[in-house]
């Protein structure tokens, strides 16, 4: 769904090419061949081969910059920030939110409890890490900055499947990240895949 949303924010044509898991094509050859860890998603276009949706969605971001939804910017230090928050995302937003998506999301749709323990754990953690988010856009609309980057668009995948839960109020509790939630979730690309994705 990231690099979906990141292919979609900047208008860039692509093709699906299927992959049988069940059959673990992903980790046979030829599919090593590009992804050598057998990890998905990759992108590939000609010689240019990315895999992992957050590498993919800061190479696309990069290499097919669109004038309407620019999420670069040309001075370094800027940038510098919207690659931190990448950071943050990957290393402490979303450890708490994917173990919270699997106890309130996927638990109940095989017809498991989810664990109360490890969700009050996560949570806090969440929590913390929403109270520094909070403080973060005391100063400016976005994770990045006054634009819209990948340091938001990052966020997009777990946040569609934690406001589906209880979760929800722990982002609606705070005014800044409320207003970017409701501001980053109702962009036309990401309505896009959200149509795209088949709900299983």
Not at 40 to 67: A, E, K, T, W
Not at 153 to 172: A, G, I
Request: hydrophobic share 40%; glycine share 4%.
């Amino acid at each position: 769904m990231r690099a979906l949303a990141s292919l979609l924010e900047h208008e860039v044509e692509f093709e699906f090419v299927a992959l049988d898991l069940n059959a673990g094509e992903h980790k046979k050859e030829p599919f090593l061949t590009l992804s050598p860890l057998g990890t998905l998603p990759i992108f590939q276009d000609g010689d240019l081969i990315v895999f992992g949706s957050r590498s993919i969605m800061r190479c696309i971001s990069h290499i097919y910059l669109n004038p309407k939804t620019n999420q670069i910017y040309m001075a370094p230090k800027m940038q510098g920030i919207v690659s931190t928050w990448i950071d943050v995302e990957d290393h402490h937003f979303d450890p708490p939110a994917l173990k919270l998506i699997s106890e309130l999301v996927y638990k109940p749709k095989n017809g498991l409890q989810p664990d109360e323990m490890t969700v009050a754990s996560e949570e806090a953690k969440l929590a913390g890490v929403l109270d520094v988010y909070e403080e973060k856009l005391t100063n400016s609309k976005f994770l990045g900055g006054d634009k819209f980057t990948s340091a938001d668009l990052t966020h997009l995948p777990s946040l569609h499947y934690l406001m589906r839960t209880l979760v929800k109020r722990l982002f609606q509790e705070r005014t800044k990240v409320n207003a970017w939630c409701a501001a980053i979730t109702s962009r036309p690309a990401w309505a896009k895949v959200v149509e795209m994705v088949v709900e299983k």
